[in-house]
């Protein structure tokens, strides 16, 4: 048995804080939700609702048809065939690796026989047979995060809610159990919702990502459709691995003027990023480069040319990202070039990089959103 998840007008207020400012969404029965997002967007405080542990100033919340918070309405967290793994997990120190993993199916008065066959079941899941008989404090880090996993899916609970379970594992060992969350996450069914700030994660993991800012969710998709189609330019420079370059325009005579002016109005001479889609003159911008539509160039490519400081190279996947920086003291802007070898440049080299004929997406300075929809014919 599977069950969606339903959010409605979902809000928390801490005194002045609107920790979680309005949120709606809804994913289906065995959904992978990632909630992803910078430090104290409401991540956290959202799963927090979702488990019982908080309750929320406005909204709703329902798993299938059942609201399990909202007005009137405050079901405890033992009653919403929830399981939680938090970033700090909480083995009790003086039962066995068995016994924590048995603990839940004690308290759900499942008789003993089920009881052992369930528990073994689990421990062979996450691979942890052999630490059965070990306390908390006799395995590692890595072991005691798979044993509150498997605690969690013992009482098989049809939504699954993590939060940052991974942050405490090395590098590799968090590909490895993320791998096996899905796999947990396929073999149970559930609906799993998972909150990170590593888009990594999210993209690997996800059905549906939420990303938040500020409490609310800023774009809501597959991932796929965050980084195809960013909504607006907090997205556009959030995700990705490099993110994508944005840089401020203006529109004159309907062409977009990057850098034209200084904060002053002075004229500083420009560069041409491309036809402005019939955008009112005057209109402020941001343009969005992929860090693939860029390439190095030695001057005279024929098309627009930035000029940027070299920062630093990042080997990546066999390629190398290739970053610098842009503009004045006042508003220096990163820019990720995705070039195949590293240039023989010193920090704070000159580079010269080549933009294509026009950018990859247009948003309105004012309010972040996309306005490059409507492209002229
Ligand atoms: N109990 C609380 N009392 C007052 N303010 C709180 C409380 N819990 C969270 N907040 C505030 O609500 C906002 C959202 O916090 P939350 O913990 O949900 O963020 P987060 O997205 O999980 O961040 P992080 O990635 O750092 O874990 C923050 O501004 C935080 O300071
Ligand atoms: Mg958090």
């Given at each position: 048995m599977t069950t969606g998840i339903r959010l409605a007008g979902l809000r928390k207020d801490f005194g002045a804080t609107a920790a979680v400012d309005g949120i709606d969404l809804e994913v289906p029965a065995g959904a992978f939700l990632v909630l992803l997002?910078?430090?104290?967007?409401g991540k956290t405080t959202t799963l927090r609702m979702l488990a019982g542990l908080e309750h929320p100033t406005g909204g709703e919340i329902r798993f299938g048809e059942r609201v399990v918070a909202g007005p009137g309405v405050a079901l405890a967290p033992g009653r919403r065939d929830a399981g939680l793994v938090f970033q700090s997990y909480a083995l009790w120190?003086?039962?066995t690796v068995r016994s924590n993993v048995e603990w839940p199916l004690v308290v759900a008065r499942t008789p003993a026989a089920q009881r052992r066959e369930r528990v073994e079941e689990v421990l062979e899941l996450l691979a942890i047979e052999r630490l059965a008989g070990r306390y908390p404090g006799e395995i590692s880090g890595g072991q005691q995060q798979r044993v509150a996993i498997a605690r969690m899916i013992a009482p098989r609970p049809s939504v699954l809610l993590f939060d940052e379970?991974?942050?405490?594992?090395d590098a590799k060992l968090r590909v490895e159990t993320r791998a096996e969350l899905l796999r947990i996450h396929r073999a149970t069914g559930a609906t799993s919702v998972y909150v990170t700030h590593d888009q990594v994660e999210a993209m690997t993991m996800a059905t549906h990502v939420a990303l938040m800012r500020d409490g609310r969710v800023e774009q809501f998709g597959p991932p796929a459709d965050l980084l195809d189609?960013?909504?607006s330019d907090f997205v556009a420079t959030f995700m990705g691995t490099p993110a994508a370059n944005v840089l401020d325009a203006v529109v004159r005579n309907g062409r977009l003027d990057h850098g034209g002016t200084d904060h002053g109005g002075?004229?500083?001479?420009?560069?041409?990023?491309?036809?402005?889609?019939?955008?009112?003159?005057?209109t402020e911008v941001r343009v969005m480069y992929r860090p693939e539509s860029l390439w190095l160039s030695s001057a005279g490519a024929g098309g627009p040319v930035l000029r940027i400081a070299f920062a630093e190279a990042t080997p990546m996947a066999g390629r190398v990202v290739v970053t610098g920086v842009v503009g004045d003291p006042a508003r220096r802007v990163r820019v990720s070039v995705l070039e195949d070898r590293r240039p023989a440049v010193e920090p704070g080299d000159p580079l010269l990089v080549a933009l294509p004929e026009r950018p990859d997406r247009i948003f309105d300075a004012a309010t972040g959103r996309r306005v490059d929809l409507v492209r002229a014919a």
């Open positions: 997002g910078p430090s104290g967007c120190p003086h039962m379970p991974l942050s405490n594992l189609d960013p909504a002075t004229d500083r001479g420009g560069t041409d990023l491309g036809p402005a889609n019939g955008l009112a003159d005057g």
